[in-house]
């Protein structure tokens, strides 16, 4: 019998969850790429795999935001902060303090990082078919490549609507029952629209939890059949060699589902792990994001505690926690790199009102949760506080990865970072992302009227949605309160372009910032500047700058 679907807050988003099960132990299971928990009882499969773990736990599903039951996100990606932020509000909904996760695919990475940054509300973390990455690197060369990405993207696109979506791949033991393949392809659809689904893959290539792998000390189970087409065995390995005794099985088949396959065989190695695992009852460590600022301030008589209570107002704004301050520096802690990283930009933004400058550096640790400074946090700040550009944000390579659906840009620094266990990260800096400082790339500034606020509102906009291939005419007009017809006049007025011009002009002078830095793959730069399809962004490219994007970086 299906659970009752109720819906709670996680901040403005309402995340559709369920709860059933006879257990004493609390377990979330955390869906991957798509789901929809009514559409989930429609499957006798997977209804019989969630009734046996029934047995053992109270089972939590939910919809994560931008699927199935929960609210669709208006614009761009969710970040996996967001995610971990939907995951606390369903247990808080149900009153549990702390649960078993259980992550599958995709809802591998926001499981790991929920619980090497809340290890005290994970009573052990059970993965299945999860990866640590979803693009080819060198050190990583199991994920897939462009091509095969562009694979999927064009899946999704062509396909989606039409029940020819190659989703066999996927569980090679049912590829010849339809009734399975056409309730898969409906629950696909009914968990995301297309464009829903383009994003969250677009999300997806651009994971990369390799770094916080090592700060889950929760007991871990990872599982992974041996010739998974989607998810390859060796990302199992991989994940399972950097978790701190983490139990690794394999199990024989080809079928990246769970809940198809040899189903008894992992429902008995999952029962046991969770009955009989035995975490610590109180962690002292967690992974924390650690904000280290650097105060100058170019008047004599500025009020210091004034200063320090604007400092703190902001940290508390983004739930953050200072831990360290003095009249020149200060260190704060925050429970995600988004929320650090945001608050950094909104402070410099306002220090810069009241004649302050700040560098600021962020940076993700594995700390105990009494205190947080350690040598490597005083040396982040030591080489900070010794940078040479004022408001400037630093960020390590370990905090730029997780920002995954943020819309923040970043540029590659030219130095290194090396921790107290010799490992030498890059150093990212945020890329003028300050909404005082709009830069008129896109045009000849000398034909702009400088201080023009309705193009600054324009471009601020276009900005704030680069990344949402979706963001066009008619959304821009929603959010500046302006008719199709005013804009279209204006802006031809101000800049000579038509505004589906200037937002293309925007978006891809801002993929040439990106190129230029080096930091990604063409591909990845197209999806951040907002085109779907990687050989079209080529061709407007060259037609904008002359130059085809690949010879632009060689």
């Not at 019989?48 to 939910?62: D, M, N």
């Not at 056409?182 to 997806?204: C, E, I, Q, V």
């Not at 509102?457 to 949605?465: A, P, S």
């Amino acid at each position: 019998m299906k659970p009752i679907t109720k819906y709670t807050k996680s901040g403005q988003i309402n995340i559709a969850y369920q709860v059933f099960g006879s257990g004493s132990i609390d377990m979330v299971y955390i869906p991957g790429w798509v789901s929809n928990i009514d559409w989930m009882w429609s499957c006798p499969e997977l209804v019989h795999f969630l009734q046996e773990l029934g047995k053992v736990a109270r089972v939590i599903l939910f919809d994560k935001r931008g699927t199935g039951l929960s609210d669709r996100v208006a614009t761009g990606f969710s970040t996996l902060e967001e995610r971990m932020d939907d995951i606390r509000a369903v247990m808080d909904a149900v009153g549990s303090q702390k649960a078993v996760l259980f992550g599958h695919s995709e809802g591998g990475s926001a499981s790991a990082l929920f619980a090497a940054t809340y290890p005290n509300r994970t009573i052990s973390l059970i993965a299945f078919g999860i990866f640590a990455k979803r693009i080819f690197a060198p050190d990583y060369p199991w994920a897939p490549t462009n091509e095969e990405r562009q694979i999927v993207y064009d899946m999704i696109e062509n396909s989606w609507g039409s029940g020819e979506m190659g989703l066999e791949s996927l569980a090679p033991s049912k590829a010849n029952d339809r009734v399975f393949m056409d309730w898969l392809a409906n629950y696909f659809r009914s968990g995301a629209s297309p464009s829903a689904a383009m994003t969250l893959t677009k999300m997806n290539t651009q994971v990369d939890i390799i770094d916080i792998l090592g700060s889950i000390k929760v007991p871990a189970l990872i599982l992974q059949r041996t010739h998974d087409i989607d998810v390859k065995i060796e990302e199992g390995r991989f994940i399972a060699e950097r978790i701190q005794d983490a139990k690794f099985v394999e199990f024989e088949g080809s079928d990246h589902l769970f809940w198809t396959g040899n189903t008894d065989e992992i429902l008995a190695e999952m029962k046991a792990f969770i009955l009989n695992v035995k975490p610590k009852p109180v962690y002292e460590k967690q992974l924390f994001t650690i904000l280290v600022g650097c105060i100058t301030s170019l008047e004599e008589n500025n009020n210091n505690l004034k200063l320090q209570e604007l400092i703190t107002q902001h940290i508390t704004q983004y739930k953050g926690s200072i831990v360290k301050y003095s009249t020149q520096s200060f260190t704060a802690t925050f429970e995600g790199p988004s929320k650090a990283v945001h608050c950094s930009i909104d402070l410099v933004n306002a220090m810069k009102d009241i004649n302050t400058e700040l560098s600021l550096g962020v940076h993700i640790k594995e700390c105990f949760v009494k205190s947080c400074i350690s040598q490597e946090i005083e040396d982040f700040a030591e080489l900070i506080f010794g940078r040479p550009t004022p408001n400037e944000i630093v960020l390590t390579q370990t905090v730029k990865n997780l920002l995954v659906g943020s819309d923040i840009s970043f540029s590659l620094d030219n130095a290194i970072f090396k921790t107290e266990s010799c490992e030498s990260l890059l150093l990212f800096t945020v890329a003028d992302k300050f909404k005082e400082n709009i830069q008129f790339n896109a045009f000849d500034k000398n034909k702009l009227p400088q201080n023009d606020s309705f193009l600054k509102k324009v471009l601020q906009n276009i900005n704030n949605h680069l990344s949402n291939e979706h963001f066009g005419v008619e959304m821009l007009c929603k959010e500046i309160g302006v008719s199709e017809r005013q804009l279209q006049r204006k802006l031809k007025a101000i800049t000579n372009k038509s505004p589906n011009k200037l937002i293309c002009s925007v978006r891809l002078h801002r993929a040439k910032e990106l190129l230029l830095s080096q930091q990604n793959t063409i591909a990845e730069i197209a999806f951040q500047a907002g085109f779907s399809n990687p050989s079209y962004f080529s061709k407007c490219f060259k037609k904008e700058f002359a130059v085809c994007p690949s010879d632009l970086i060689n």
